[in-house]
């Protein structure tokens, strides 16, 4: 059971980007998926989750400007990233949810830079 | 909800007990509020959900307990391997998450 993150890089301000987080052991489908941020020498700040249901929901900060979804075939989770800011910079994790509840199983993390 | 984890630095020994508070801005159902343990290049760990069960394969030496508005999660015996960064966490009724800032858990 793991998820295999990646699409991590160097972007600049108002760039677009697109991480992936391969799962195995586990289907995508069922289960409620998020991902999750840290900025550089800071706290952990939840961004996004999509529902078992196919329903989606944003932290504020990214809201309008990421998306989040998945392909079931081939059980992965993607994050689009779109209109990058500064401040977007961490490493994003994804994530999968315990009885929606809390995270149990998180992938190694994907380092995304906005900067020019 | 905002999560106020305190101390924010926490300077022990090991051998020594480590007690870690959660504080809700309002109350909170328990079987929602989860702890994980974060190392320096790691992904966090679950340790507790629902606020008092360990997850899969946490050492006993974890303990979570509280309700309401207030959380603590308890290290009975520090060993070299728990320093590390704490965040509590909670599920909320708006169906989005929340994290505290964390406790930092560091070798006196």
Redesign the interface.
């Known amino acids: 059971v793991q998820l295999v993150g990646s699409g991590g890089g160097l972007i600049q301000p108002g760039g677009s980007l697109r991480l992936s987080c391969a799962a195995s052991g586990f289907s995508v489908s069922t289960n409620y998926m998020s991902w999750v941020r840290q900025a550089p020498g800071k706290g952990l700040e939840w961004v996004s989750v999509i529902h078992s249901d196919g329903n989606t929901d944003y932290a504020d900060s990214v809201k309008g400007r990421f998306i989040i979804s998945r392909d079931n075939s081939n059980n992965t989770l993607f994050l689009q990233m779109n209109s990058l800011r500064a401040e977007d910079t961490a490493l994003y994790f994804c994530a999968k949810s315990r009885l929606r509840r809390s995270f149990d199983i998180w992938g190694q993390g994907a380092l995304v830079t906005v900067s020019s | 909800i905002v999560l106020t984890q305190s101390p924010g630095t926490l300077s022990l020994s090991p051998g020594e007990r480590a007690t870690l508070s959660c504080r809700a801005s309002q109350s909170i159902s328990s079987?929602?509020l989860?702890w994980?343990q974060?190392k320096p290049g790691q992904?966090?760990?679950?340790l507790i959900?629902?606020a008092s069960t360990r997850?899969t394969g946490i050492p006993d030496r974890f303990s979570g307990s509280g309700s309401g508005t207030d959380f603590t999660l308890t290290i009975s015996r520090l060993e070299s391997e728990d320093f590390a960064v704490y965040?509590c966490?909670h599920?909320g009724s708006s169906?989005?998450?929340?994290?505290?800032?964390?406790t930092t858990l560091e070798i006196k």
């Open positions: 079987s929602y989860a994980y974060q992904a966090p760990r679950l959900y629902g997850a965040y966490q599920y169906l989005r998450y929340t994290f505290g800032q964390g």
